[in-house]
């Protein structure tokens, strides 16, 4: 349910080593939000 897909994450640090943390932030952002919509979502908020 949580993967990061570990082979992406391993391509986009080796590629682009500046922009890996950003990226990968914004990926997290964006899948905890993506959990708390579902969650809100099951709960009838």
Do not use: Q, V, W
Not at 2 to 21: A, K, M, Q
Not at 28 to 37: F, G, H, K, S
């Amino acid at each position: 349910m949580y993967s990061l897909r570990s082979r992406d994450y391993f391509l986009i640090t080796n590629t682009r080593p500046i922009f890996s943390n950003s990226i990968a932030c914004i990926h997290c952002l964006m899948r905890l939000l993506a959990i708390a919509l579902t969650e809100s979502d099951k709960r009838g908020l």
